[in-house]
């Protein structure tokens, strides 16, 4: 993809920062083509197994039947996994921007500590 975006592109004319920036915007682009799609396979997989669980709670009510209630295990099993996955992901989605934004209170704290110190040392 880059290979061919450069074979393309990379003409003694085009401005370098011009060709840098367009990368840029290419390779974004397809992450988020790659994020789309995998979040659509990922809502599909649990329609499905939300769809399953509830036609065996059906069948399950209706016959009383062991080995539909081991296949609905199962199946809340998986659909709990996806869930963990989840939160799993939303959990290190927020430590990233915890530690990226940093501790900002922590930070002026230690600013305000330090400008007080330092106005201690001027007046003494």
Known sequence: MISHFLTLNDTPTTNIVTLWETLKALVRGQFIAITARQNAVHRDKRQQLEDEIQALEVTHRQTGSLAVRRQLTIQQKQLRAL???KAEYV?????KKFYTGGNRAGLLLAHRLRTQIA??????
């Open 119 to 124: 106005e201690r040392r001027w007046q003494n």
């Open 91 to 95: 959990i290190l989605r927020t430590k």
């Open 83 to 85: 869930d963990e996955d």
